[in-house]
């Protein structure tokens, strides 16, 4: 049996609830295929036109207008110091809740929501083996593979 879930789940709030529970977004940076916890998600747009924003980090690629909210967007792909690429009509920006803070996660292309049971997630090895695996924080395993789990508080704020 399959574990994507076949319609769209989008949040209208950043909290998790029992309807939300073990739902995870996946996405794809290069090959890699990662995921973060459904409560946590505003909502996925296209990409929108950025404003650069200087001497910030380079995986910030500036700030965006939400609906009137101005919104930090970060590109998972170079945050993960993979090699940039255009964005083109499968890129797509992840509005994320995380604290008090809202921003736009820019990666390659969207996977689907998928329910990982907790029985499915365990702790990732030890080993450091690329950089990126400093913002895992749990490995899901579902039908179709591995989904490395976001820990989003690295990903955002350790610099």
């Given at each position: 049996m ?9 949040m209208?709030?950043g ?5 939300t529970?073990?739902?995870?977004l ?6 890699e ?15 929108e036109?950025i ?8 995986y910030?690629?500036g700030?965006?207008n ?35 803070y809202?921003?736009?996660?820019i990666?390659?292309?969207?996977l689907g ?47």
């Amino acid at each position: 049996m399959s574990n994507i879930v076949e319609n769209d789940v989008l949040m209208e709030s950043g909290n998790s609830t029992d309807s939300t529970k073990n739902m995870y977004l996946a996405f794809v940076i290069e090959d890699e295929q990662f995921a973060v916890d459904v409560g946590h998600i505003k909502e996925i747009i296209g990409v929108e036109p950025i404003t650069l924003v200087p001497r910030t980090e380079d995986y910030i690629k500036g700030i965006f207008n939400l609906r009137g909210d101005i919104v930090p967007a970060i590109d998972v792909r170079s945050r993960f110091r993979k090699p940039e690429i255009p964005y083109n009509q499968l890129t797509c920006i992840v509005v994320v809740f995380y604290q008090d803070y809202i921003l736009g996660l820019i990666v390659d292309s969207i996977l689907g929501v998928y329910i990982i049971e907790e029985d499915m997630i365990s702790s990732p090895p030890n080993a450091k083996l690329s950089y990126s695996n400093q913002f895992v924080k749990n490995i899901g395993k579902a039908d179709d593979g591995i989904k490395l789990l976001l820990d989003l508080e690295k990903l955002i704020f350790d610099i």
